[in-house]
C-alpha cells in the first residue's frame, strides 16, 4: 500500500494547491462536478482493473461507452422508454464482452489486436446509428441521473448519483478483487499464467469473465455518461479507455499483471480529473511592470503534453519499482544460498 499511500498525499496536495490558487476550487459547483467526472471515468476504470490484473488489455471500453449512450438515445428517439433502451444496450455490450473474451481465450489471440478491432468496429456502429450526427435525450428524466442526488441542501444536490453508483461499484469491486477466491485466481493469473494453469485454476474461463465484468462496467459508464452529456454521438467514448487505463497505471497497478488495487484505481482516477479540473481553476494573481494586476491561467493547448508526462512518469516509476524489487530477491537468494 506504500505506492497507493504516495498517490493520495499527492491527490491530497495537488487538492490543497488548486484551492490555494483559486478558492472557487470548493465551490459547490466545481466540487459537484468533479465528483461526476471522477465517477464516471473511476467506473470505467475499474472494470479494466479486471483485465489487467490477469494479464489483458481492453481497447474498446471506450468505444463500449459510445455505443451505450447511442443505443439509449435511438430508443429513446423511436419512442421506447428509457428502460427499455438501458437493457437493450447493456446486453449488447455484454455480449461484446462474451465475444472478445470467447475470441481471446478460445483461439488465443492477441488482447491487443482483437479489442483493436472491437474499438474500431463499435464506433463505426455508433456513427451509423446515429447516422453521422447527434441523438439528444432532450429533457428526459433519466438526465437527473447526472444533475440530482440523494442528498439536498435546498434546492441543490450535495451529491451526485453518479458517485453513490461509483463508491458502490468500488465497494464490490473491493470485495470482489480483495477477498474472493476469483481475485486471486486473477492475481495468480497476472503473475504467471502457465503456473496458474498448472495449479488447476480455469485460467481461460477466469479471463473470459474479466472481459464480461469490464464490458458491463463500460455499459454502466455509458449510462452515466449518456445522462451527464445529453447529446450522443459517434465521438462520445473515443480515447477514453487510454484515460481509463492511465488512471489504473497512475493508481499502482501493474500492466504486468497481477499488482494493484481498487483503493489505487480510485485514487489514479481522481488524480487525472483533478489536474483536467486544474486547467479550468487553477490561477496565479500578479502585478505586471506597469502596476496591473493580472491573472495568469494554464494554457488548455498543454493539457494533453500534461497528462502524457504524467502517464510516463507512473509507467517509470513502476518499472523502477520492479527493478529494485527484483534486485532485492536476487541478493536476498544471494545470501541465502551462501
Not at 476469483?182 to 504467471?192: D, E, K, P, S
Amino acid at each position: 500500500m506504500r505506492r497507493e499511500l504516495g498517490m493520495l498525499v499527492a491527490l491530497v496536495v495537488l487538492g490543497f494547491g488548486l484551492w490555494l490558487s483559486n478558492p472557487d476550487f470548493l465551490s459547490h459547483y466545481n466540487l459537484f462536478n468533479l465528483a461526476r467526472q471522477v465517477s464516471m471515468l473511476g467506473i470505467l476504470a475499474v472494470g479494466i482493473t479486471f483485465v489487467i490484473v490477469a494479464g489483458g488489455i481492453d481497447l474498446a471500453l471506450g468505444s463500449m461507452v459510445g455505443l451505450t449512450g447511442v443505443l439509449i438515445a435511438k430508443c429513446y428517439i423511436s419512442g421506447q422508454p428509457i428502460w427499455v433502451g438501458i437493457l437493450i444496450a447493456v446486453a449488447v455490450v455484454i455480449l461484446i464482452g462474451v465475444s472478445e473474451g470467447s475470441l481471446i481465450t478460445r483461439l488465443g489471440l492477441q488482447p491487443f489486436i482483437v479489442t483493436l478491432g472491437f474499438m474500431l468496429m463499435l464506433r463505426g456502429i455508433s456513427q451509423a446509428v446515429a447516422k453521422g450526427g447527434s441523438l439528444s435525450l432532450g429533457d428526459s428524466a433519466f438526465r437527473q441521473l447526472s444533475e440530482s442526488g440523494p442528498f439536498k441542501y435546498g434546492d441543490a444536490a450535495l451529491v451526485p448519483w453518479v458517485l453513490i453508483i461509483f463508491l458502490v461499484v468500488v465497494a464490490l469491486a473491493a470485495f470482489v478483487l480483495h477477498f474472493t477466491v476469483f481475485g486471486r485466481y486473477l492475481y495468480a493469473i497476472g503473475g504467471n499464467r502457465a503456473a496458474a494453469e498448472y495449479s488447476g485454476i480455469p485460467v481461460r474461463r477466469m479471463e473470459t469473465i474479466t472481459y464480461i465484468i469490464a464490458a458491463s462496467l463500460a455499459a454502466l459508464s455509458g449510462i452515466c455518461y449518456a445522462a451527464y452529456i445529453g447529446q450522443m454521438n459517434h465521438g462520445v467514448g473515443v480515447a477514453y479507455e487510454l484515460f481509463a487505463i492511465a488512471a489504473v497505471v497512475l493508481g499502482g497497478v501493474s500492466l504486468r499483471g497481477g499488482e494493484g488495487t481498487i483503493f489505487g484505481v480510485v485514487i489514479g482516477s481522481a488524480i487525472l480529473k483533478l489536474i483536467e479540473n486544474g486547467f479550468a481553476v487553477f490561477q496565479i494573481r500578479y502585478t505586471d511592470h506597469e502596476g496591473v494586476r493580472r491573472i495568469w491561467r494554464p494554457d488548455d493547448n498543454w493539457y494533453f503534453i500534461v497528462m502524457g508526462a504524467v502517464i510516463l512518469i507512473a509507467v517509470i516509476l513502476d518499472q523502477v519499482v520492479h527493478l529494485v524489487q527484483e534486485r532485492r530477491r536476487t541478493r536476498g537468494a544471494a545470501k541465502a544460498a551462501a
